[in-house]
């Protein structure tokens, strides 16, 4: 039921305001800043996308590039006013990066530096490439201890509320003096998940060298960087938070790669039993961040072509990026989603919002949708037409192309 996306039937299922905040993900030489729908874009919706995404500094180097008072003048200003702070923030993160650097080093712990800031360690611009809510870093069990240790008496503090992660497959947020957050990794994904070579030895293994200034730090191989950052965002982070962040970073992990570093990438996605979150999450790169993709390399990973994927496909664009036209309802988006991942977390409930004290919290306290629809005070009858309204308008969306 219903043909495979194209990539322009993707785009269209995103929100013009989606759509820009999607294009400042690209590289400059890509984004086609003409051929965007600016006279559709509602401002609010696109401002608040960006701070969300994190995409301010992105989003406003696109605005400049748009045609002639595409962009009202207020807009713009907003968005500078945004990316003074954004610059502060990346020259605090590569502070703070270097004070952790520098005290592991010394103390003697080896540690692998994982997403927004082993990206930045590859690029010209460094920690200014984009910003990031956090600093990442992977040690052994074993050397948790030494690690905090030795941070603490490098000047980051702890931020409380230890008890929540005492199951977490990383400690506990250490705080930087402006407030950045750093947390210390033992293993990639939480406890119970359904990938296999999980130790911290066996991500360890696979990083390598690169330069910090005048310092070396290791990070993962670009290959084994985007097979993580492929399956957290689309496993971990369900392909709904960190989507703009894994749009812009898939684009500089594989320049110029070539067919051998595809074929690489398709190699340790099966090792690690990721296949199918690593071919979904290419394709969404693909379907709606202009991503070039030798041929087969997605339909390798994801596997053979099932009925209804075209209705899969179309669920897993609109849950992206706010769409206003995404489900009503969490457990219909999560049936599609889990339709996609091929039962990889059935056998003991293994999917990632069983997993860890975070995720049953999150379920305790998730609001069931029947009583979110139109408010809770909302009269009965007035809920019930709301809710046919976003039914409407969601099934009217994935349903019509």
Request: a positive charge; one cysteine or more; glycine letters at 10%.
């Amino acid at each position: 039921m219903l043909a495979p996306l194209t990539s322009s039937a993707a785009l269209a299922l995103l929100s013009p305001s989606a759509r820009v905040v999607v294009a400042s993900s690209l590289p400059e030489s890509i984004q086609r800043p003409e051929e965007l729908p600016w006279r559709d874009v509602h401002w609010p919706t696109l401002l608040s996308i960006a701070s969300y995404e994190r995409a301010e500094v992105q989003v406003q180097r696109l605005a400049q590039r748009a045609p002639a008072e595409a962009v009202p003048a207020e807009v713009h200003g907003a968005l500078q006013r945004v990316c003074r702070v954004a610059s502060f923030r990346s020259g605090e993160m590569g502070d703070a990066a270097a004070a952790a650097c520098d005290a592991l080093t010394a103390s003697n712990v080896p540690a692998l530096w994982l997403k927004g800031a082993a990206l930045s360690f590859r690029q010209p611009a460094g920690f200014g490439t984009r910003d990031m809510g956090d600093l990442d870093i992977l040690v052994e069990s074993a050397q948790l201890s030494a690690a905090s240790a030795a941070l603490r008496a490098s000047g980051w503090r702890d931020d409380g509320a230890m008890t929540m992660y005492d199951v977490h497959h990383h400690a506990a947020p250490l705080v930087w003096r402006s407030g950045l957050r750093l947390e210390l990794h033992t293993g990639l994904f939480s406890a119970g998940h359904p990938f296999a070579g999980d130790s911290a030895s066996a991500w360890l293994a696979r990083g390598e060298w690169l330069p910090f200034g005048d310092r070396r730090v290791l990070a993962l191989t670009t290959v084994w960087h985007l097979v993580h950052a492929s399956i957290h965002w689309a496993w971990s982070h369900e392909a709904e938070v960190g989507t703009w962040q894994y749009l812009h970073d898939v684009h500089r992990l594989t320049a110029g790669w070539t067919d051998g570093d595809w074929s690489a990438l398709v190699d340790s996605a099966r090792r690690v039993g990721g296949s199918v979150p690593v071919g979904w999450a290419l394709w969404t790169a693909a379907a709606i961040g202009g991503l070039r993709i030798p041929d087969g390399v997605v339909e390798v990973l994801r596997g053979p072509a099932r009925n209804l994927d075209g209705i899969a496909e179309r669920e897993w664009v609109v849950r992206a990026l706010h769409s206003p036209m995404a489900s009503p309802s969490v457990r219909w988006s999560r049936l599609w989603w889990r339709r996609a991942m091929r039962g990889l977390g059935d056998g003991g409930e293994r999917w990632p919002w069983s997993l860890g004290r975070a995720g049953a919290l999150a379920e305790r306290v998730r609001v069931p949708v029947k009583g979110v629809v139109g408010g809770l005070s909302a009269s009965p009858l007035r809920r019930f037409a709301r809710g046919i309204e976003r039914w409407t308008r969601h099934l009217t969306r994935v349903l019509g192309g």
